[in-house]
């Protein structure tokens, strides 16, 4: 099975300033097709989950591009360039090469 | 406009059953994966199953295979999981996903609790 590590698990930002959030696999999510299987997820308090990212770098339609997301093999991060309010809640990576697996989750509040 | 509704949440005993539903719209549901992921009280994400796209193949995690069964419907655009032998650490919001590998579009998810 595939192990998700995020790091940190809580993250108080001051708005308009950088946020980052990492992520490392127990495995390789680069498969043989060329495409490495990262997703990040962002879910606001009191709501479902939401994509942000998928493969690694491509943000989904309507996420804005202070998210940026990067890393290859075992190692990724998301940046949040410039922190906002509506920004707060639990991210989550996920790899989906191998079935599906999702980091525990970093806790993101404003200061 | 992409939308999963789920259902069939509610208050069970351990040892007995549930069977979640997912209504979906808004996109061609017999030519996508679809997901169930589960989130105890106050904690993470933990994906439950998947199944293909005409239902020939399905996927779990570990801690409900035999106990669990994801199936479709394509005509009624509807996905389902049927849960048995449930145990006190299934209590959790059961949200369905669709998965393009990415998970993009989830619903808002039904509660399902186990106790006695």
């Known amino acids: 099975d595939i192990m998700m590590t995020q790091t940190p698990l809580s993250l108080s930002v001051t708005p308009g300033q950088p946020a980052s959030i990492s992520c490392k696999s127990s495995?390789?999510?680069?498969?043989?097709?060329?495409?490495?299987?990262l997703y990040w997820y962002l879910q606001k308090p009191g709501q479902s989950p939401q994509l942000l990212i998928y493969?690694?770098?491509r943000r989904f339609s309507g996420v804005p591009d202070r998210f940026s997301g990067s890393g290859s093999g075992t190692d990724f991060t998301l940046k949040i360039s410039r922190v906002e309010a509506e920004d707060v809640g639990v991210y989550f990576c996920m790899q989906g090469i191998h079935l599906r697996t999702f980091g525990q989750g970093t806790k993101v509040e404003i200061k | 406009e992409v939308q999963l509704v789920e259902s069939g949440g509610g208050l069970v005993q351990p040892g007995g059953s549930l069977r979640l539903s997912c209504a979906a719209s808004g996109f061609t549901f017999s030519t996508s994966w679809m997901s169930w992921v589960r989130q105890a009280p106050g904690k993470g994400l933990e994906w439950v199953a998947n199944i293909k796209e005409d239902g020939s193949a399905k996927f779990y995690v570990d801690s409900v295979k035999g106990r669990f069964t994801i199936s479709r419907d394509n005509a009624k655009n509807s996905l389902y999981l049927q849960m048995n032998s449930l145990r006190v650490e299934d209590t959790a919001v059961y949200y369905c996903a669709r998965d393009l590998a990415a998970l993009v579009c989830w619903g808002q998810g039904t509660l399902v609790t186990v106790s006695s």
């Open positions: 493969e690694v770098s």
């Open positions: 495995q390789s999510l680069l498969h043989s097709d060329g495409k490495t299987y």
